[in-house]
């Protein structure tokens, strides 16, 4: 997926004017859409196996689970109330939804990568080494966000370094070029990458744990008037994440992804994935949690991605159980272990 970091477009927020009294109504019927990444695969099993289905019948509600191939394309259907949940990371859930002025709660804190994105370097194994080089690399998205905690690790900033933006579909053709000696990006395309005898990986998201989030996001006007919803769609992942070490299930999970089980596992390897419940709470009232979310929103910030009337990295409040980073009369993300806590303690 590209994992990119933008701001909605007007059309969407205009969407989201006439959408919004809807979401918030009492309803039994309710669309949340998913795209292809590791952590989000599970979301085709659970569907295409009744277990979504089974939970929505307990609740007496009806879910629909749509995959959509573009993942920015689902982040603004989802802003623009076509979809009552989407998944997507935390840092796109701050750029998009929340600084478009949506209202939206992380229901489910599915994981963190922990390896799945990282930089390469051609011809140096140490992170040092990249300064004055030019960097290639999806702009404005998580390999962003890595190169600019990777740079400030060893005492560089963006200033050292040149950023040339580059489709995800160009990377691996990109680095086989002689002119490319430094690249930032993510599984799968930094599994191939890493294949390349030139290929020197010095450093990835297992350095920053815990900051680039893969989320469950949903509406917060519509759980709070649709408990049900939040109910469903969590007991339905605890029981999606009881099949992990099925065989049928990684089978599954790899022919939607469209590679090999060799390959689903390198990914799964380089993911925490939080399969029990309680250790997503542990995570999600962890202090550091805002902590993370302060980091991502300076970066965001000082990118323009919280748009042109933000004054400051802290416009858009966010809500964690550890406190509010950001502004207490502008909350539009919230970090919500409710229902996750209610699996945990088998009360769904």
Not at 228 to 245: P, Q
Not at 257 to 272: F, K, S, V
């Amino acid at each position: 997926m590209t994992r990119l970091l933008t701001t909605v477009c007007t059309t969407a927020l205009l969407a989201l004017t006439l959408a919004t009294p809807a979401q918030a109504q009492a309803r039994d019927s309710f669309k949340v859409c998913w795209s292809i990444y590791v952590g989000w695969l599970p979301w085709d099993y659970g569907a295409a196996e009744g277990i979504v289905d089974k939970w929505a019948d307990k609740y007496d509600i009806d879910i629909e689970v749509v995959q959509i191939n573009d993942y920015i394309e689902s982040i603004n259907q989802y802003t623009a109330g076509q979809f009552d949940g989407c998944t997507m990371t935390n840092m796109d859930a701050l750029t998009i939804p929340a600084a478009g002025g949506v209202d939206s709660t992380a229901l489910i804190v599915g994981d963190f990568s922990n390896g799945n994105d990282g930089i390469v370097l051609k011809d140096a194994d140490k992170l040092e080494a990249i300064k004055g080089r030019r960097v290639n690399l999806v702009e404005l998205s998580v390999s962003h966000y890595l190169l600019a905690r990777a740079l400030d690790s060893v005492g560089l900033s963006e200033r050292d370094i040149t950023v040339v933006n580059t489709a995800d579909a160009d990377l691996v053709s990109a680095f086989n070029t002689p002119d490319v000696t430094a690249l930032a990006t993510w599984n799968p395309l930094l599994g191939t990458i890493k294949e390349s005898p030139e290929a020197n990986l010095v450093f990835d998201s297992s350095k920053i744990p815990g900051e680039i989030i893969d989320l469950m996001v949903v509406n917060t006007d519509t759980l709070k008037a649709n408990p049900a919803l939040g109910k469903a769609l969590t007991g339905a992942w605890y029981e999606i994440m009881g099949h992990l070490n099925d065989s049928g299930f990684r089978q599954h999970l790899a022919n939607v992804a469209a590679t090999d089980l060799d390959g689903l596992r390198m990914q799964l390897d380089a993911t925490r994935l939080f399969d029990k419940a309680e250790d997503a709470v542990t995570f999600t009232n962890s202090p550091a949690l805002k902590d993370t979310m302060q980091k991502v929103a300076e970066f965001s910030f000082d990118h323009g991605l919280l748009g042109e009337g933000a004054p400051d990295a802290g416009f858009v409040g966010v809500e964690t159980p550890a406190g509010v980073y950001g502004n207490n009369g502008n909350i539009k993300l919230r970090f919500d272990p409710t229902y996750m806590t209610m699996a945990a303690e088998g009360e769904l």
